[in-house]
Nanobody, 122 residues
C-alpha cells in the first residue's frame, strides 16, 4: 500500500487543521493507521492511531482532547483533525500503516507516507 500525507500548513496557535493520509494500491480498510510526528532535533513520536476496524483509537497524552483520528474507508483515507493547536505541535506529520493493533514503535512500520509539515505560530 502507498500512503500520501497532505494538508499541513502554517496555522496560528489556537487554530484547527485537518491532515489526511490517502492510500493507493491496496485497500486501507485492512490496516491500522498511525500518525507520527517529528520536530527538528527530536525523535519521531506517536500522535494517534486507529485500528483497522475503526473501533479502537489511541492518543498520546499530549494531544488527548485536542486531536481526533478518523477513517473513511470508502475514500481510502485516514484523517487527523487537530484543534487548539500549540506551537509545540509544530512538526512533520507522517502516517504509517500496519495490519496489526495496538500501535507500535515507529521502526516497526513498513508503510509510510512522505510527511506533511504543520507549523503553529505563536
Amino acid at each position: 500500500v502507498q500512503l500520501q500525507a497532505s494538508g499541513g500548513r502554517l496555522v496560528q496557535a489556537g487554530g484547527s487543521l485537518r491532515v489526511s493520509c490517502a492510500a493507493s494500491g491496496r485497500t486501507l480498510s485492512i490496516y491500522s493507521v498511525t500518525w507520527f510526528r517529528q520536530a527538528p532535533g527530536k525523535e519521531r513520536e506517536i500522535v494517534a492511531a486507529i485500528q483497522w476496524s475503526g473501533y479502537s483509537t489511541y492518543y498520546a497524552d499530549s494531544v488527548k482532547g485536542r486531536f481526533t483520528i478518523s477513517r473513511d474507508d470508502a475514500k481510502n483515507t485516514v484523517y487527523l483533525q487537530m484543534s487548539s493547536l500549540k506551537p509545540e505541535d509544530t512538526a512533520v506529520y507522517y502516517c504509517a500503516a500496519d495490519p496489526t493493533w495496538p500501535p507500535r514503535v515507529y521502526n516497526d512500520y513498513d508503510y509510510w507516507g512522505q510527511g506533511t509539515q504543520v507549523t503553529v505560530s505563536s
